[in-house]
């Protein structure tokens, strides 16, 4: 192995970079994740390593997750869909290697990778924002402005992720304990990137998101501010603003409220679990609808096949599942399904849990569930604990309804930070590596 003490700015570099380029097309986050690996590798202290993977207990729920999916090859009819999967998810061994067991993260490394992350947000945000402003100034089409239309600017992301990334960077931006920037300077700074994220996270028009953003953060962030000079003042603004800002977004015509309104509207949930589809048109379900019954094929595709014990392999599930909407008539894919244009065809299961069940049996929703749920057990522990909770919280409500360790936006967020958090915990002397008081310069 080559020099230690060299290699090991390399790799906080590369965290920087892939902390930046989260919201940035597939193949930059790929470079920037295959680069870290091999900066640990080349350069890292093998026996340290080592015993940090052996004490880290944690990162072997990763290892073993991916090692299911991986020995599912094998039993996969389908091998190149298995292959593309399995390559899809080398992430979950070469983060929790080179991020989770690799390197010992001080508390300036830990602020420099949330400061990364916050600056790559706030380019994709006016990435997307600038142009989508300039063709709708052009055409007066309002709906440019949100959901699939905002991010179609940025390729490979859809907006439901980047509305995900995007809450977790407000969040650091409200809650972190930002210590090495003051002044005026960083409370205008940040102000203009709160005002900016904010905006671009209500335009991407994630309903539940959205929620758990007024919800949870918002209350969790009042609370802070009350303890800071002028608190009570401030708190008052705040709350009139997001009151205001709700009164404009219910009351107005634009496409975040008519979102909601097709949940209440469309109450068609008795249509998930019909015996034919022949005369169902799929483009009028709701998207609830939908989802329930995408869930529903699964649960059956696993009781049919006895898929209990091993799942029917990475390769195989998508398979499994168009052929049991073909059953069920589905436009006719009893007769066309392999060539079929429908919105459900090659759909995943739209929840990660039931999509690791399916594919690789008990055993992989075991692990799954220790994945997204073990850190609930130690967030307490941590000085970061409000910061990460939020983003473990936003994560299992986001892996109930989407299948997000199925894409690559999906795995290397959730894994990239989730390291983060493992290693912060496991790093140790937390009270002097982790401050938790943020001064009150540090206040909006």
């Known amino acids: ?4 003490g060299w290699f090991r700015p390399l790799q906080l570099v590369l965290l920087y970079c892939l902390a930046f380029l989260i919201p940035f097309p597939y193949i930059y986050t790929s470079v920037a994740v295959i680069s870290l690996t091999v900066a640990w590798f080349l350069g890292g202290d093998p026996k340290q390593t080592w015993h940090n993977l052996k004490t880290r207990k944690a990162l072997w729920a990763w290892l073993a997750y991916f090692a299911l999916f991986a020995l599912s090859y094998f039993y996969s009819n389908n091998k190149s869909h298995a292959l593309f999967d399995i ?6 061994v ?23 992350f916050v600056a790559g947000i706030s380019v994709a945000a006016l990435t997307c924002i600038i142009p989508s402003l300039r063709i709708y100034m052009a055409t007066g ?3 440019v402005l949100f959901y699939e239309n905002l991010v179609h600017h ?6 439901v992720h980047m509305a995900w990334f995007t809450l977790f960077s407000l969040s650091a931006l409200l809650l972190f304990p930002w210590q090495r920037f003051s002044g005026s300077w960083w409370r205008f700074a940040r102000l203009a990137l709160i005002g900016l994220q904010t905006a671009f996270f209500i335009l991407l028009s994630s309903k539940t998101l959205i929620v758990l953003f007024f919800l949870i953060i918002t209350p969790i962030y009042l609370k802070k501010t009350l303890k800071a000079r002028y608190g009570g003042v401030k708190v008052a603004l705040l709350a009139l603003s997001a009151i205001v800002l709700l009164a404009a977004l219910a009351l107005t015509d634009n496409p975040l409220r008519g979102r909601y309104k097709d949940v209440i509207v469309k109450n068609d949930l008795e249509k998930a679990f019909l ?9 009028r379900l709701s998207n609830l609808t939908i989802r329930v019954f995408s869930w529903r094929i699964g649960l059956e595709n696993i009781r049919d096949n006895n898929l209990w014990l091993t799942g029917c392999g990475s390769g195989d599930w998508q398979d499994l ?8 008539h589905v436009q006719n894919w009893d007769k066309t399904y392999f060539d079929n244009t429908s919105e459900l065809y090659n759909i995943n299961l739209h929840n990660m ?35 990460f909770f939020i983003f473990h919280l936003a994560a299992f409500a986001f892996m109930m309804q989407e299948s997000a360790l199925q894409t690559q936006a999906g795995i290397i967020y959730y894994c990239f930070f989730t390291q983060i958090f493992w290693n912060i915990y496991y790093t140790g002397d937390l009270g002097k590596n982790m401050q938790s008081n943020i001064s009150k310069s540090e206040k909006v």
């Open 154 to 159: 940025i390729t490979d992301i859809h907006a």
């Open 94 to 116: 070469f983060l929790p290697l080179a991020v989770g067991a690799g390197i010992n993260l001080k508390r300036p490394a830990v602020e420099n990778i949330f400061l990364a």
């Open 321 to 328: 599942q168009n052929r049991k909407f073909a059953n069920y």
């Open 87 to 92: 390559q899809l998810k080398l992430a979950f």
């Open 141 to 143: 089409e309002s709906k």
């Open 1 to 4: 192995m080559l020099n230690v």
């Open 353 to 387: 849990f039931l999509q690791s069940f399916i594919m690789i049996g008990l055993p992989g929703l075991l692990l799954c569930c220790i994945i997204i749920l073990s850190p609930f057990f130690y967030i307490k522990k941590l000085r970061y604990g409000q910061l």
């Open 275 to 283: 015996e034919d589809y022949r005369d169902v048109d799929e483009s």
